[in-house]
Structures are given as C-alpha cells and as structure tokens.
C-alpha cells in the first residue's frame, strides 16, 4: 500500500470513529441547549475559540443530561473538595515534615540542615584509639512536638481528624 492510500484509510476510520460520539454528543447538545441557540452562541465566539467553546457546550450538555440539578457545577465541587483534602494533606505533611527537622536539628544541633558545613565533625580528626563496636548505641526518638502529640492523643482515644473542616464550598 502506498502512504497516501494508508492515510486515507486512517482518516476514514478516524472518521467512522468519531461519528458515533459525535452523533450522541449533538443529540445531547440539541435536547439541552437546541440547535439553533448553540449556533447563535458560537457565533458570537472568536473564531480562535469556538472549537473550545464548543467542547464546553458539549460538555456542559452531557453533565447537564447525567446530572440535571447540579451539571458540570456539580464535577467543579467535587474537584474543588479534593483540592481541599489535598491541601489539607500538604499542610499536615509539611508541618510534619518542619517538626521532624526541628526535632532532628535540637537532638543533633552539629548536623542540622540549618548549620553551615563548617560546624560538621571530621571524622578523621577522631582517636584511632576509640573503639566504636564496643560501645551501646543511644538512641532515644526526637520528642514529640504539640502538634504530634494531639494527633497521637486523638489516634488514641479513636477521634479521627476532620478533614473536612477545610475549605467546603458553601460553609
């Protein structure tokens, strides 16, 4: 087959494809909004962005269809919802993050990301008569900062945290 022979038949099944989801996506465009007044909004439009304004009419008929009450307002909420769990997500694990870089830079002050390089112990500089196998490792974990410990004392009494006291649209 020759290339131009294979384009043809790309685009002709590119076609055939979309003609069925076009089909369904004007039949939902013209039961909502109706034909006519859709071509007298796009043509209103900038000829730049009717291409885009046509898949948002398009879009807006179809929620509007699935959901009559709400339409496509009803996806923004739900999307506006979870950026404000995520959100919400981010904050507590930065916060987290800042109290265990605190709590690591009060337990070993000489190696906190804070202090300059120059403050670091050399460990070349250390006895060669130390021996270090022998002795008992110390290691205590970094005290808990009011933050963690509220969480904790929540996790423990079974009180869960409201993540939904972020940010609800409409409160």
Request: proline residues 6%; hydrophobic residues 40%.
């Amino acid at each position: 087959m020759r290339a131009g022979v294979r384009l043809r038949a790309a685009l002709w099944r590119q076609r055939q494809r979309r003609g069925g989801a076009g089909a369904a996506q004007f039949a939902a465009v013209h039961k909502v909004f109706g034909a006519s007044n859709v071509a007298k909004m796009l043509s209103r439009v900038p000829v730049a962005l009717r291409r885009d304004a046509a898949s948002t009419v398009c879009y807006e008929a179809q929620a509007r269809i699935a959901d009559p009450v709400y339409g496509c307002v009803g996806t923004i909420l739900a999307l506006q919802h979870q950026v404000a769990l995520v959100q919400a997500e981010l904050s507590i694990a930065q916060t987290e993050l800042l109290n265990r870089r605190l709590a690591l830079a009060t337990v070993h002050p000489a190696y906190s990301v804070a202090s300059p390089t120059s403050q670091m112990v050399n460990c070349s500089s250390l006895s060669q008569a130390v021996d270090l196998v022998d002795t008992e490792p110390k290691c205590f974990p970094p005290p808990l900062l009011p933050s963690q410990q509220q969480r904790e004392q929540e996790q423990e009494r079974g009180s869960p945290t409201d993540v939904f006291a972020y940010n609800i649209p409409g409160k």
